[in-house]
């Protein structure tokens, strides 16, 4: 059921089998499967079923280091989470993702790709999509479209894309199971330890209207974000340095993002290969959603050139033109998402007098917009997806800033490594060598050869991850392989945060899987 707990009796403890905190895709997914195995659930979001300025306001923070967007507009407080404004790309990470790669200082998961396959199927469908297949050489066949023949340093990385909402998706499910309670406008403020075993004995909650309540269950699950997780963590003790699970200095420490570039644009010879296979096109079996197929290194390549992982897709035909690689057209498009619910609505004055700084290039990308179908493009511009490496110094923090309950607000430290950008340039370099050899044409660069250049173009996934990172040994993380914090016996973390590296594919598949599977061993156990 949903209750408002702005409404309810504040007096009377919440209690439980299990707590969850996050009502985005992976707090939904544990309580789903808890819910199913006959556990009662409490589900705390900090947020209503739409965005709601208060609410959203506390996920605001400040950042240092590389250029990064405000806090408050890479997330969202509200059910769903962030899948209430995300595109629907969704592929899991990589084989070679999960292993310690010795070029890839703190890389290395605690567990193999094959752990996460068993529960793909369950993820696929709580994400609204066909079934989870993702062999290349069976999508080209099923779609009779061809991959670019780029030899063995590439291969089509396949994407099932729908951006379902979490929140409208799974709400009847929400309410109409008993075993269920789902607060919207209850904020978790902090965990408290009892004098049993180090056990976590109750969860302070409260809302912005002033009311206090505690929540008691047998065990607990941290599903906020690569951001709140870390936070709620270094605010449930007497200082962070004492905080539940910090013991070794850990949580908030292996931020990671995926870096987003627009490097510059594959010319084609004459005649143009067709790019059919690697734009988005219907699933062939009329299964909801669309599949497209990215330019990826290939894993033995990545071994002997000793890269991080990363691929490539192309902008659509009307976006060939160069002003949509400048700053004006991007924060129009910034505008237009927020208008179709595909970003955190907001900052539209500081977008708007962007974008109206060059009418002429305005005009440009809506004309080609309105002419899409007519167009034959010269060139197709290509953007970047890229893995950026674990690192210890790239955390978040508590700032000195105070949310509307008097609470430190979050403090990202983040840096993108020479590595990250060495490693993004060598992946262009060989992409255009890939297209000469193969004779379908050449890349051409929008950018300098100087890292600092191609450092300065690089754009945010809005993708948090790490930061209570997944390890068997206690001192390499946070968590052990089944989301249990380390030295705490009944508190657990699911989402991205568990990341102990991140690839370059979207995370949110990745994180449902784990879900499934952390709501299957929390319903295991007595």
Not at 60 to 82: D, F, I, N, Q
């Amino acid at each position: 059921m949903l209750e408002d707990a702005r409404r309810r009796d504040a007096t009377r403890p919440l209690e439980c089998d299990v707590c969850i905190v996050g009502g985005g895709p992976a707090g939904i997914a544990v309580a789903l499967e808890l819910a199913a195995a006959g556990r009662s659930v409490c589900l705390l979001e900090a947020g209503g079923l739409a965005h709601e300025r208060r609410s959203q306001a506390l996920l605001a923070g400040e950042s240092a280091g590389s250029r990064y967007p405000p806090l408050v507009e890479t997330r969202c407080a509200r059910l769903g989470g962030a899948t209430g404004v995300w595109a629907g790309w969704c592929r899991p990470l990589d084989a070679i993702d999960f292993e310690a790669r010795g070029w890839v200082a703190g890389s290395g998961w605690p567990f193999l790709r094959e752990e996460i396959l068993p529960h793909l199927a369950r993820a696929h469908a709580l994400c609204g999509l066909g079934p989870p297949e993702y062999e290349a050489a069976d999508w080209e066949s099923r779609a009779r479209m061809a991959r670019l023949p780029l030899g063995e340093e590439f291969e089509p990385a396949i994407f099932h894309m729908r951006p379902q909402k979490f929140g409208d998706a799974h709400r009847a499910a929400l309410e109409r199971d008993p075993r269920i309670r789902v607060l919207l406008h209850a904020v978790a403020l902090r965990l408290e330890r009892g004098g049993d075993g180090g056990l976590v004995a109750r969860l302070r909650a409260g809302t912005l209207e002033g009311r206090r309540f505690e929540v008691l269950a047998r065990r607990y699950v941290l599903a906020a974000g690569g951001i709140e997780n870390a936070r709620l963590l270094l605010l449930s003790g007497d200082s962070p340095e004492r905080a539940i699970g910090n013991a070794r200095g850990l949580v908030g420490r292996y931020f990671m993002e995926h870096g987003f570039i627009n490097a510059g644009s594959f010319v084609p010879r004459d005649p143009a290969p067709s790019l059919a296979f690697h734009l988005p096109f219907a699933h062939p079996e009329g299964a909801r959603g669309t599949v497209r197929a990215l330019v990826a290194l290939g894993a033995k390549t990545q071994r002997e050139a000793r890269l991080l992982n990363g691929a490539l897709f192309f902008h659509p035909a009307y976006e060939a033109h160069a002003a949509f690689d400048s700053e004006e057209v991007r924060a129009m498009l910034e505008i237009g998402n927020a208008l179709r619910g595909r970003a955190v609505p907001g900052a539209f004055g500081r977008r708007a007098a962007t974008a109206l700084r060059a009418p002429g290039k305005l005009a440009t990308a809506v004309l080609r917009k309105l002419a899409a179908r007519r167009l034959q493009p010269a060139r197709w511009r290509t953007r970047a997806i890229f893995e950026c490496a674990p690192d210890r110094g790239n955390r978040v923090t508590l700032s000195g800033r105070k949310d509307a309950f008097g609470r430190p607000l979050a403090r990202l430290e983040w840096r993108l490594g020479e590595g990250d950008v060495a490693s993004a340039m060598e992946m262009h370099r060989r992409f255009d060598a890939a297209l000469r050899r193969s004779g379908l044409g050449h890349f051409e660069s929008r950018l300098p050869t100087e890292p600092a250049a191609w450092r300065e173009a690089v754009e945010w996934g809005k993708h948090h991850l790490g930061t209570t990172r997944m390890s068997r040994d206690p001192a390499q993380g946070v968590a052990d392989p089944d989301g249990r914090v380390h030295d705490v016996p009944n508190l657990y973390v699911a989402g991205s945060s568990v990341f102990p590296a991140g690839g370059y594919a979207n995370p949110t598949l990745t994180l449902v899987a784990l879900a499934v599977r952390l709501g299957r061993h929390l319903a295991s156990e007595p």
